[in-house]
């Protein structure tokens, strides 16, 4: 017996209808009429009646219709299976950004080697820029990074992203928002310090300007930096104040080493882009596994520092 027209056999008693299964098929109505001749004609029975509205099941129909989904159902798990043992073994090279490193990533490569114990995983740390030219290159097979990719050879999804806030070394003296202070006050006050962003025309660093710029800030002081360690660093030791996520450093905010600015308004958050070459069927379990990841990370860190997308 034909599994496709088993399968279109299905669909045609899901839609009771001839023509809107060929379209879901992408075949042609006279194609499907004709399968299900062919099956009626192997099973002995006639399948369909033809009503005003379209076509329902025959007693018979019904009977076969239960027993098709098991065999549709059992073809999947086996098809799963293979994919599986093909997943399970072989070299996947992936790069993420430095704020995915210190974030979720590590909880993610646990997670696939989970399901994927004899999957070896070579990880590559650079900027969004560089893993996405490196992805184009075939030089990895899938990227995190903060940007969608427009390229018919590739797909990409946002998974989650991080809020930005203003953090200050705990000791400093400066202020957030004022009460009797307007936010643009505040914002041409905080200009006139040291700003710590992420590496040069990233998005984030993108973000940060515009947003100083809407408030009047034309020439703020950006210290640009393409170490998430490094900028932790030296906002701690007082350098100056970094718009980041704080999920990235609760325990440097809950101990004391760092605190938050608050009241101010902050530059957008920070996207968590996965992208990844279409055809990839690795790349693509390995994304439903990261999915999951960073649906526990947001859950672990609080809806305010952290919102999955999709």
Same mark, same amino acid.
């Given at each position: 017996? &034909? ?6 056999? %299905? ?56 027993? !098709? ?5 059992? $073809? ?9 043992? &093909? ?13 995915? %490193? ?5 909880d993610f490569v646990a997670d696939a080697t989970h399901h994927y114990p004899n999957l070896d995983i070579e990880v590559t740390t650079e900027t969004a820029l560089n893993l996405n030219e490196q992805l184009r290159r075939g030089m990895l097979d899938l990227v995190i990074q903060t940007d969608m990719v427009r390229d018919e050879t590739l797909r ?13 070394? !705990? ?14 006050? !505040? ?28 408030? +009047? ?7 640009? $930096? ?5 900028? %932790? ?9 970094? !718009? ?11 101990? +004391? ?54």
């Open positions: 017996m &034909n599994l496709k027209f088993l399968e279109t056999f %299905i669909w045609v008693a899901k839609l009771r209808s001839f023509s809107l299964a060929a379209e879901k098929l992408h075949s042609t109505q006279a194609a499907i009429s004709s399968r299900i001749s062919v099956l009626e004609e192997e099973l002995g029975a006639k399948l369909f009646k033809r009503e005003p509205k379209g076509v329902s099941l025959t007693r018979a129909g019904e009977r076969v219709l239960h027993h !098709a989904e098991l065999v549709s159902r059992s $073809m999947t798990e086996l098809y799963t299976s293979v994919q599986d043992e &093909n997943l399970a073994a072989g070299t996947i090279r992936i790069g993420a950004m430095d704020s995915a %490193i210190h974030s979720w990533f590590v990409s999804v946002e998974v989650l992203e991080l809020s930005i806030d203003w953090i200050a070394a !705990a000791d400093s003296d400066i202020p957030g928002k004022q009460e009797d202070e307007t936010m643009t006050a !505040a914002l041409r006050r905080l200009g006139a310090e040291r700003l710590i962003t992420y590496s040069r025309h990233s998005r984030p660093h993108q973000d940060l300007l515009r947003l100083m710029q809407s408030y +009047g800030v034309n020439e703020a002081r950006v210290s640009c $930096m393409n170490s998430l360690a490094a900028m %932790i660093q030296l906002t701690q030791a007082g350098f100056g104040v970094a !718009a980041m996520p704080s999920a990235l450093v609760q325990d440097l905010l809950h101990n +004391g080493g760092l605190r938050k600015l608050e009241g101010l308004e902050s530059p957008p958050p920070l996207p968590f882009v996965i992208t990844w070459r279409t055809g990839t069927n690795r790349a693509e379990r390995l994304v439903e596994i990261a999915k999951e990841t960073v649906r526990k990370f947001a859950e672990r860190v609080g809806n305010d520092a952290a919102r999955v997308i999709g």
